[in-house]
């Protein structure tokens, strides 16, 4: 496990642990099925589903893939559905959480960047280069100007519970440049 991984999970905990095991969790956008295993590894979850628009040579957990625009599940299908450094890479970061809320009953956890300034989006997209291009993800460069994607996530009937920022991710130099710009933040839909 990567430093980088193991301090996101560690905040992870520390976020869900009060309200878990979760029965059922999407991972949307999971990538390598790394937090997937993860989370049900720590006993955060019983049953979690990964899913992505493209397939990687070698997983943690399975991971299903989906076209990129209306996810196979009913609405509201599961407990917990978390986007962990995703939202950013998808063509339309709004239509992307829009369905990513849909399948959401209970929960939402979302792992991402923010940034204030154009020194800012430079810095996200270097560091997203660097980090995403070795696996094949492109970088769209469509990251959160400040806190644009929260209004979204009311609008679509959640409400935020808890707010990690700045997320501390990194350690060091990184840490103390990079840091500004990641936060995690956990909703909660409003009950009808």
């Known amino acids: 496990m990567n430093p980088y991984r193991r301090r996101v999970l560690d905040m992870f905990r520390g976020v869900l642990r009060p309200l878990a095991p979760f029965a059922r969790s999407l991972d949307y956008g999971g990538g390598d099925g790394w937090f997937a295993w993860s989370f049900q590894q720590a006993g955060l979850v019983r049953d979690v589903t ?41 063509p339309s970061p709004r239509a992307s959480l829009t369905e990513a809320l849909r ?69 060091g130099p990184l840490g103390w440049t990079t840091n500004s710009f990641q936060f995690i933040g956990l909703w909660e839909r409003r009950s009808s």
């Open 103 to 171: 399948c959401s009953g209970r929960y939402f956890l979302l792992k991402d960047h923010t940034y204030r300034g154009l020194a800012g989006k430079f810095t996200l997209g270097l560091l997203d280069e660097v980090g995403n291009r070795r696996f094949g993800v492109p970088s769209l460069y469509h990251y959160q100007k400040q806190w644009e994607w929260f209004p979204w996530i009311e609008e679509a009937g959640f409400v935020l519970r808890q707010l990690i920022y700045p997320a501390r991710c990194h350690v």
């Open 50 to 90: 990964a899913v992505d628009v493209q397939r990687r040579p070698r997983t943690f957990a399975p991971v299903t893939c989906y076209d990129g625009q209306r996810l196979p599940y009913p609405d509201r299908s599961f407990d917990l559905v978390s986007s962990i450094d995703v939202l950013h890479h998808c």
